[in-house]
């Protein structure tokens, strides 16, 4: 059985960092696209960033382009979301997603559970 566990949410003020991490385990998903996304309350799922099996150029979405750092270990079959300069817009909890390649754009075969981020001002 697959599974996608994130780590490293928590309470944060304005202008910190944290480290997400997705570890996975059950299979290596050194070939899947891993995607990070978010949902605040009352609002939509986002995508954050997304990365590809061999690392390439990640996608960010403009909310946190310049701040989101997103990385992956395939060694530990784990992806990193590194997250600078927070805000309290940020706030959310965050997810993992992995794609198995050649998998249309929103289609996903494991999610994490989720972790919390907030972002106080």
């Known amino acids: 059985q697959v599974q996608l566990v994130e780590s490293g949410g928590g309470l944060v003020q304005a202008g910190g960092s944290l480290r997400l991490s997705c570890a996975a385990s059950?299979?290596?998903?050194?070939?899947?696209?891993m995607d990070w996304f978010r949902q605040a309350p009352g609002k939509e799922r986002e995508l954050v960033g997304r990365?590809?099996?061999?690392?390439?150029?990640?996608y960010y979405a403009d909310s946190v382009k310049g701040r989101f750092t997103i990385s992956r270990d395939n060694a530990k079959n784990t992806v990193y979301q590194q997250m600078n300069s927070l805000k309290p817009e940020d706030t959310a909890i965050y997810y993992c997603?992995?794609?198995?390649?050649?998998?249309?754009?929103?289609?996903?075969?494991?999610w994490g559970q989720g972790t919390q981020v907030t972002v106080s001002s």
């Open positions: 990365i590809g099996w061999s690392a390439g150029i990640p």
């Open positions: 059950g299979r290596t998903l050194s070939t899947y696209r």
């Open positions: 997603a992995a794609a198995r390649p050649g998998s249309p754009p929103n289609t996903y075969d494991y």
